[in-house]
């Protein structure tokens, strides 16, 4: 939620919305949607011992789930169906999976006419859960946690990407004389965001600044434009910040700062939310709307997608970016996939930072799985 709003009032007042359009959306229908309606689960063609990894792996080196370039082939729906998925943006390069299914027609493919709609997080929860948009490309975040708590429904039910290894994007800090990479005291610090606590990006944050004596609970946090985080920290306005890609590259390599850690890697902390309609109501269509999806990353983002100049150029044109912006960083792993206990890790951050309240949502009524299984032939 990039805002300048004091992120605890925005958590609040989002999550006051949510409870009150539970009251149209009706209650949660608990437990997996698989489990609700039984599908059949069908082998895939070029979807083999690949496509699905064990989600309690957490190794940095795992390999995320493929089928072959073109699988799972597309299965065209009996009648079209209209689907408007909500995202914060549209020039991120995670976001990019989404716009090349729309641009190479693989949703077309599957009788979806796909809208992507440009919504702050906070607009489109309360049309999320009312059904309104079917889809979110979003997070777990703090506020859809405590929408979950107060009994309606939505699931997150596919990831988006991990880091590269070599990537840099996540916590830097302006050291202090005396100190070192290796020795940097975080506590009484402030840190300089987008990004507020209840925000995914509180979960390696927290555990970053753990490691150096902080924690969310002993920073101070100021909000800041996402052209103001660099600035601050090299004026002096804030100790440290959260420097996403490409521009952590503005400070690598310069002794004055240091790097203090990122996203885990291998573990995607958000992607595909389902509302009602494709969790309940039309769960044909939300697995038709996954298998383009997995399509889509298994033929255009399989692995160094960065390595085709031709790729490059369409990405940078979809995302109304330059090329050279978006060649700076390496690619990311794209990865349909969601770990085990994400959820869990998320909302101890959350919690830790004041944001969340209650008991905590447990991961099977957070969490679907099924659909992306299916859409791979995979039963879990």
């Known amino acids: 939620m990039r805002t300048h709003t004091p992120f605890t009032c925005t958590v609040v007042l989002v999550t006051a919305s949510l409870l009150g359009a ?15 309606a ?37 299965q065209l729906l009996a009648k079209k169906r209209k689907i408007t998925v909500a995202t914060g943006t549209l020039s991120a390069e995670y976001v990019a999976p989404l716009q090349v299914a729309v641009a190479k027609g693989e949703f077309a493919k599957e009788g979806l006419d796909v809208e992507l709609k440009v919504l702050p997080t906070p607009d489109a929860l309360p049309l999320l859960a009312k059904g309104d948009v079917d889809a979110q490309w979003a997070a777990p975040e703090a506020a859809v946690m405590n929408g979950i708590n107060g009994g309606f429904d939505i699931k997150w ?3 988006n990407f991990s880091p590269d290894p070599t990537s840099k994007s996540g916590l830097w800090v302006r050291l202090k004389d005396g100190e070192s990479a290796d020795h940097v005291e ?21 555990t970053s600044l753990k490691k ?44 004055k700062y240091a790097f203090l850690g990122g996203q885990p890697v291998g573990e995607p902390l958000g992607g595909l939310l389902f509302g009602p309609t494709l969790l309940d109501k039309d769960p044909d269509a939300g697995v038709a709307f996954l298998r383009a999806y997995v399509r889509t990353v298994n033929t255009y983002f399989a692995g160094d997608y960065k390595s085709d100049p031709a790729f490059v150029a369409e990405l940078a044109k979809l995302m109304k970016t330059d ?15 969601i770990r085990k206990g994400t959820t869990d890790r998320l909302q101890k951050a959350y919690a830790d930072s004041g944001v969340s309240k209650g008991a905590p949502v447990p991961e099977a009524k957070a969490v679907d799985r099924a659909m992306y299984s299916e859409a791979v032939g995979h039963k879990p």
């Open 38 to 74: 039984p599908r059949t689960v069908k082998p895939v063609a070029g979807c083999g011992a690949g496509s699905w990894t064990d989600p309690a792996d957490l190794a940095p080196d795992r390999k995320p789930a493929r089928c072959d370039k073109g699988a799972p082939a597309a």
């Open 212 to 255: 150096h004596g902080g924690g969310l609970d002993k920073i101070s946090f100021q909000q800041l434009g996402s052209a103001d985080v660099l600035t601050a920290l090299q004026n002096g306005g804030v100790d440290s910040a959260w420097l996403l890609d490409p521009i952590w590259r503005k400070v690598d390599g310069d002794k």
């Open 186 to 206: 975080m506590a009484g610090r402030k840190m300089g965001t987008m990004i507020g606590k209840g925000s995914v990006i509180a979960y390696p944050m927290d």
């Open 22 to 36: 539970a009251g149209c959306a009706g209650t949660d229908s608990g437990g997996d949607s698989a489990a609700a």
């Open 157 to 159: 039910v596919a990831g």
């Open 323 to 337: 090329e050279a912006t978006l060649r700076s960083t390496p690619s990311m792993r794209m990865d349909w996939e």
